[in-house]
Every structure is written in C-alpha cells, then in structure tokens.
C-alpha cells in the first residue's frame, strides 16, 4: 500500500532527478552562479529544482572540496557566487563520462523493452 | 508582519540550529537568497511582497529544522532501520518487566498510616521506576559504540560466511553426551521410589516423594521427557534438524514444560516440607528459562525460508 502511494505521488521520478541533481548543478558552474540565478538557469533549461533543496547543496558540495565561493557586489545586494574547483571539474568529467555510458545502457535496454 | 522581518525570523529559526562558526555566513546568504526568491513572486505576481506571500514561500522552502538538517553533513545511523523495532521492543519489554516486579510491593502491603501507599509509590519511581530505564540507556550507548565502529571501519560490518555449522547440524559427541546424561537422570529419577528408601541416615525422609504426586501427577512426565529423548535421538541419528524432528521437539518441549509448571503449582512433590520448599522454586525457573529458549526456538522457526504457495521444489535446503 506505501510503495502504491509512493508511486502515484510520483516518487520514483522523483528519485531519478535527485540522482542527477549533483551533476545538473556541477554542469552550470564552470562559470561563477549565485544560488538564485543557478535555479532560474537550471529551470529555464528543464531542471527545476526546489530552492529549499538547491541551497543548502551548493554549501554542502562546497564543504566537500566541489565547489569555491566568493561575495560578491555588482548590480544588487552582495551575493555568493559558486563555480567548480579543481576536484570539482575533476569529478564532473567523471560524472559525465558515467552519465552518458549510463544513457546508452538505458537506452539499449529500453528499445529492447519496446520490441 | 513586514515580509522581510518573517523572512528574517525564518532565517534566524534555521540558522540558530547550525553549528556557530556556520551562522553567520549561512545566515546572511539564506537571507539573501529567499529576499531574491521573494523579490521574484512579487515581480510575477505583479504585486508588492506581502506576509502571505513570504508565509508562501517558507512553507515551500520547508520547516526550519528540515532546512538547517539539509545544510549539515550527513552523519551515520545510530540504531538501524533493520534494528529500530526489535530496540523499541526489547526496551519496552526490559522496562516492562523490571516494573512489574517491583511494582506489586508498592500496592501489595498493607498501609500504616493513611497515604502510605502514595509515598511508597514516589519512593518506587524515585528507584526502580526511573531506575528501569537503565536498560534503554545500555542498549543506546551500545548502539551508538556499534555505530561508530561501523563508521569508522565500514568493512567491520561485511559479511562473511559462518566457519560454523548450520544451525540445523548437530554436535554429534556433544548431544550423544547430552542424552546420556539425560538418562542418568532421567533413570535417577524414576527409579528413586525403590532405591530411596535404602539410602544412608535422613536421605531416605528428605528425598521421599508424596504419594500424591508419585501417584497421580509423576507418571504424566514419562511419556513427554520419552518422546522428547526420542527426538534428540532421531536428531543423533541423522546428523542434523529436520522439519518433522523440529517441530515434535517443540511440541514435546511445550507439553513437558507444561507438565514441569503443573507440578509447582498442583500441591507438594516431596513428603518433606523443606525439601518441596527448595525444589518448586528451583523447577519454576527451569521451567521460565525453557519456556524462554522455546519461545526463541519458535520464532526462529517462522522466520525460516520456506518455498512460496504451490512451489514444491526448493533452491536449497
């Protein structure tokens, strides 16, 4: 009955986009971001994602070494601006290259469903 | 409410629950961050910002708690998923029973003075009734030295397949000791109404039985501490449990168990008074630790793999 609801709740989509939330962010900040402007960036190219959510992880990747920030004052209040560091290009390549091997396992795996 | 002042209270609520070197830079981003948010509700919306719009927001954004967990590391696990009910159950279950011996005292004596009762009760809770709760306390600080040796040395908690036997195998010389020992026993017993009267000095008045029990309520045993013995013999023969040997074992455990408790409460089992005094509590908690290992045998018995509905044909053993 849970997993039921779940599903009719739309949790396993769910699930899915939040397994590629990490590198949907990491992919948009090889050029500096602040937080607002990334979610606007990120939904105006199909990824929504909640602020609520979005936030907190740019500090946590940052605390991993992913990420480097800066304040910053231009045009508006000062804002934190994020973008990739070493490791954090560092395991976007990686994270890419899995990504698309992972696309073509998937899509093989669906076509042969569909026959 | 001005928007900027909930949203500034929000932040404050989120941020007071991080560690303090974090506040201050959090809070001024986070701040930062929901005004923008705010700023672009009020733009679409095509209205200046207001309480309800702020309330909106934050209420999406989620509760203050979640927000600053969201913002932390993530740490380990102290008690399992796969652990938290048997916890729940076991410390329930220890508070329960601690509590239920000590309790009765409380209401069971007589009163002295009126209100006796009542300060008995507080002097309880003040010892045993708070002092019960020794037992979660344990199992917490265990749970939580497990949990860090997992954290800290994750391959600790891989699996290995066990060197020992099954838990269907048998210790072939162990149990063969077992049931002979058993026999002995059992042939001490049966046999004490015709060699007890020929034993030396007083042990022919202290170990006499009532005739009562020798005979009306004695004979009772022998067919079930039989049946029990065969089993164990079957279990010798083969080597190992099976599903009919497992279960007669446990049948027969019951009824004889049953017998053994019949005893200590159905009149006296010795002719001599201290003698019977000394042995019904002695059976009692044979019977009270034996009623425990069945009961664990019983539910280790469900928990077992069996083929599904219909499948006849088993993967393994």
């Known amino acids: 009955m849970v997993a039921e609801r779940e599903i009719a709740a739309g949790k396993p989509e769910l699930e899915l986009r939040r397994g590629v939330l990490v590198l949907a962010v990491l992919s948009q900040l090889r050029a500096a971001e602040y937080g607002y402007s990334l979610r606007q960036a990120l939904a105006a190219r199909g990824m929504p994602i909640e602020e609520g959510t979005l936030y907190p992880l ?58 | 409410m001005d928007a900027k002042a909930v949203i500034a209270s929000y932040v404050d609520d989120v941020v007071r629950r991080l560690p303090r070197r974090q ?9 930062s961050l929901l005004n923008e948010e705010l700023d672009g509700k009020s733009t679409d919306a095509g209205r200046p910002a207001d309480e309800a719009m702020a309330l909106a927001l934050l209420h999406a954004f989620g509760a203050p708690k979640a927000v600053s967990a969201r913002y932390r590391p993530p740490g380990f696990t102290i008690i399992e998923p796969a652990h938290s009910q048997a916890f729940a159950l076991w410390s329930l279950i220890g508070v329960a029973v601690q509590w239920a011996l000590t309790l009765p005292k409380v209401f069971g004596a007589p009163e002295a003075f009126p209100g006796q009762t009542f300060s008995r009760l507080g002097a309880w809770w003040t010892s045993w009734g708070l002092g019960a709760f020794w037992l979660p306390g344990v199992m917490v600080v265990i749970a939580i030295i497990a949990a ?16 020992a036997p ?23 017993w049966v046999a004490m109404p015709w060699y007890g009267p020929h034993l030396p000095g007083p042990l022919p008045a202290v170990f006499a039985f009532d005739d009562g029990f020798l005979g009306a309520r004695g004979p009772w045993l022998l067919p079930f501490w039989a049946g029990q013995f065969g089993v164990y013999a079957m279990a010798l023969v083969d080597g190992r449990w099976r599903v009919l040997t497992r279960r007669l074992s446990l049948a027969f455990g019951a009824a004889l ?29 044979i019977v009270v630790v034996s009623l425990i290992v069945e009961g664990v045998r019983l539910y280790r018995e469900q928990g077992r793999i069996r083929p599904p509905h219909g499948v006849t044909s088993s993967p393994g053993r």
């Open chain 2, 148 to 163: 860090w040796i997992r954290h800290r040395w994750p391959r600790a908690d891989a699996w290995t397949p066990r060197r």
């Open chain 2, 23 to 31: 506040r201050s830079d959090v809070g001024f981003e986070l701040r």
């Open chain 1, 58 to 115: 740019l500090r946590r990747l940052e605390g991993q070494g992913l990420l480097v920030s800066e304040w910053r004052i231009e045009d508006g209040p000062p804002r934190r601006y994020y973008r990739l560091s070493a490791t954090g290009e560092g395991l976007y390549r990686d994270l890419t290259a899995s990504w698309r091997g992972l696309v073509a396992t998937m899509g093989k795996l669906l076509d042969e469903g569909d026959r």
């Open chain 2, 257 to 285: 168990y049953g017998v053994l408790a019949w005893f200590v409460v159905a009149g006296p089992i010795f002719r001599n008074r201290p003698t019977d005094a000394a042995a019904k509590p002695l059976l009692a908690v």
């Open chain 2, 166 to 188: 099954g838990r269907d195998s048998v210790n072939r010389p162990l149990l063969a000791f077992g049931l002979a020992a058993w026999a002995v026993g059992a042939a001490i």
